[in-house]
């Protein structure tokens, strides 16, 4: 039996993605393998999609949350946090299935030391959802389009078929980005880190920028973002290509959805007619909020971002000396 939520409207930004129950456990001090660690484990509603909407909207972006759910307990509460962060949804709503989580092991430095992906819902059920009126008419109605790659390969193709407007991508996984190999050439922006190059295009997670550059632009993408934790971001569009060092963050907290909230904000400047550059600076500014807050998404003040954008230097192209 399928229910589907049918309030959507025309609007700025469609996320079409993960939105599931995140849990992340974290010693009390340093992690040992194979051992019980005490710590604390938190639970909150993310995704992909879903945290880089929520910095959207921090942004002053309206957007709307096409996904799938169970009819479960875990249903119920991401659907109360999508209404708490003010997004408008087109999701369909599987009463006989069980919502996706995602369970993750977190370093006393709250680097990911193991996760675990429970999201069968996202392989079987997107493609039906994204069928009907809901769904489709919010990707349609969308100024811009942002997905991930949690739903399957046939999915996103459907995706990019309805969408009128620019479509932006974040890759969620090494295991999932390939899914984007066919359509690469469609994305309007395609956001990862450098593990996820690597599965993406076959080269070394440590390759020079310019050759990465190069690589990625071969294979047809006309714009990208690939992030390195604290080391420099690389990204290119058109013929300028450039590293941005992130600032330093004293604490850092979790970082689960830093690259979501540089994604999210990042579009939000996009659709606001930002130069690339700019955009990648608030993303990363969006970023360096998120590292310093336990839950999987931050709502942050204006203040707040002001603050950390004026640390995020100007970018560097990469062919300039170091």
Do not use: Q, W
Not at 23 to 49: C, H, K, L
Not at 68 to 95: H, N, P, S, W
Not at 249 to 271: E, I
């Amino acid at each position: 039996m399928v229910r589907a939520n049918r309030r959507y409207a025309v609007i700025g930004l469609c996320g079409v993605g993960g939105a599931h129950v995140d849990r992340r456990g974290r010693p009390d001090g340093a992690f040992i393998a194979g051992a019980s660690n005490p710590g604390t484990m938190r639970e909150d509603a993310g995704g992909g999609v879903f945290n880089a909407l929520r910095a959207a909207v921090s942004r002053g972006t309206d957007a709307t949350l096409g996904s799938v759910r169970g009819g479960d307990g875990a249903g119920e509460f991401i659907a109360y946090a999508v209404k708490a962060a003010g997004i408008a949804e087109a999701t369909a709503v599987f009463l006989d299935r069980r919502s996706a989580s995602y369970t993750a092991i977190l370093d006393e430095r709250g680097d990911v030391v193991a996760a675990l992906a429970d999201m069968s819902i996202y392989e079987t059920c997107f493609g039906r959802a994204l069928k009907r009126k809901a769904a489709g008419g919010a990707i349609a109605n969308a100024a811009a389009v942002m997905i991930d790659a949690n739903p399957p390969a046939e999915a996103i193709a459907m995706i990019l078929d309805l969408a009128r407007g620019p479509v932006h991508a974040i890759a969620v996984s090494p295991a999932k980005v390939v899914r984007y190999s066919p359509a690469l050439p469609r994305l309007a922006t395609l956001f990862m880190n450098r593990r996820e190059m690597a599965a993406l295009t076959g080269r070394p997670a440590d390759a020079p920028s310019a050759a990465m550059v190069a690589v990625l632009r071969g294979l047809g993408l006309a714009r990208a973002v690939v992030t390195d934790g604290p080391r420099p971001v690389v990204a290119f569009d058109g013929e300028a290509a450039f590293t941005l060092t992130p600032p330093e963050t004293r604490t850092v907290a979790d970082v689960t959805g830093a690259g979501d909230a540089l994604a999210g904000a990042c579009v939000a400047a996009l659709m606001r007619g930002a130069a690339f550059a700019d955009a990648v600076r608030e993303g990363v500014a969006a970023s360096v909020l998120k590292l310093a807050s336990a839950h999987a998404a931050e709502r942050f003040a204006d203040t707040a971002f002001t603050d950390a954008l004026a640390r995020v230097p100007s970018p560097l192209s990469i062919t300039d000396p170091a």
